[in-house]
């Protein structure tokens, strides 16, 4: 039913989108200070190596993982997430083209974003240092309850992205295929230019 809506509204924006208007980025949904939640997303980077940045507001930066299969919705599933460098706030609504030659040069769209609730017993930025993340997502495409477990320390710093048995856990959404338009543009990486 949710996914129906979500893409039901994704097709509406997708129609306003190709009728002429300008591509710029569209405004975030919600602005900081409109919401106190904090914000995640995560971009579908297709850069040397494909794969999804998923990213959480912490301490006013987004907090930074590189997930080469992407985020999953079965709870068995455990992907691979290696740490990357923070990143502003600003670039949660980034997508585009990174040209050659540049850090991370390739494709990237925004593949879902919203806001995460700490379902830890700890400060978010608190369990970031201890290594273990236990959050719920509100996003346009995921939801529910998603742990982040580091199994790896040092410079190739590695953790695993999982999602925890839920009533939004789901055998069969495989969204990372089913859905994989930005929810910005309705554009894939395909269709960028
Ligand atoms: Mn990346």
Do not use: C
């Not at 893409?7 to 009728?19: F, H, V």
Request: proline fraction near 5%; hydrophobic fraction near 30%; avoid cysteine.
């Amino acid at each position: 039913m949710a996914g129906y809506a979500v893409g039901m509204a994704l097709k509406e924006y997708r129609g306003k989108r190709r009728s002429g208007r300008s591509p710029e980025p569209a405004g975030r949904t919600l602005r900081r200070g409109q919401s106190k939640a904090p914000r995640f997303v995560i971009q579908h980077h297709a850069a040397s190596t494909d794969h999804y940045d998923f990213r959480l507001e912490i301490d006013g930066v987004l907090a930074s993982w590189a997930v080469p299969k992407g985020p999953s919705t079965i709870p068995k599933d455990k992907r691979m997430a290696r740490r990357t460098e923070d990143h502003p706030m600003e670039y949660e609504d980034f997508e585009g083209i990174i040209p050659e030659g540049e850090y991370g040069a390739g494709r990237v769209i925004v593949w879902d974003r919203g806001t995460y609730t700490n379902e830890g017993k700890h400060d978010i930025a608190d369990a970031l240092k201890r290594g273990h993340l236990s959050f719920r997502l509100d996003g346009e495409k995921l939801r529910g309850g998603y742990a982040l477990t580091r199994f790896r320390r040092g410079k190739d710093e590695a953790w695993l992205l999982v999602k925890k048995s839920d009533e939004d856990a789901d055998a069969r959404r495989k969204p990372i295929r089913s859905q994989p338009e930005s929810v910005l543009s309705g554009r894939t990486l395909d269709e960028l230019s």
